[in-house]
Nanobody
């Protein structure tokens, strides 16, 4: 089970950190990802991290602004979002893979959270 938290409303240029708490003992062996879905748009990849945290991927639009990290001792993955823009407004979903290596492909993830709303006002 994946439970996201930390969403909210923030002004453009501000920061938010969303978290995803995972249950189960296999968390530390799974790659994790963050995706988002804006109204009327398809779900899109945002960031991914390998099981060890040694490899990360980002979509181009968030590079340099967002940072994905994980704490395997706490079974938690984070997405730190800085310099937020109105176009970052979306529901943000946490996802877990059955694989260790990070991937940007939606099909590479097998478990999904319910999502947390992030709204960036201009």
């Amino acid at each position: 089970q994946l439970v996201e938290s930390g969403g909210g409303v923030v002004q453009a240029g501000g920061s938010l950190r969303v978290s995803c708490a995972a249950s189960g003992r296999a968390f530390s062996s799974r790659a994790m990802g963050w995706f988002r879905q804006a109204p009327g748009k398809e779900r899109e990849f945002v960031a991914a991290i390998s099981w060890s945290g040694g490899t990360t991927y980002y979509t181009d639009s968030v590079k340099g602004r967002f940072t994905i990290s994980r704490d395997n001792a706490k079974n938690t993955v984070y997405l730190q979002m800085n310099s937020l823009k109105p176009e970052d407004t979306a529901v943000y979903y946490c996802a877990a893979s059955n694989l260790r290596d990070a991937t940007m492909a939606t099909g590479g993830y097998h478990y999904w959270g319910q999502g947390t709303q992030v709204t960036v006002s201009s």
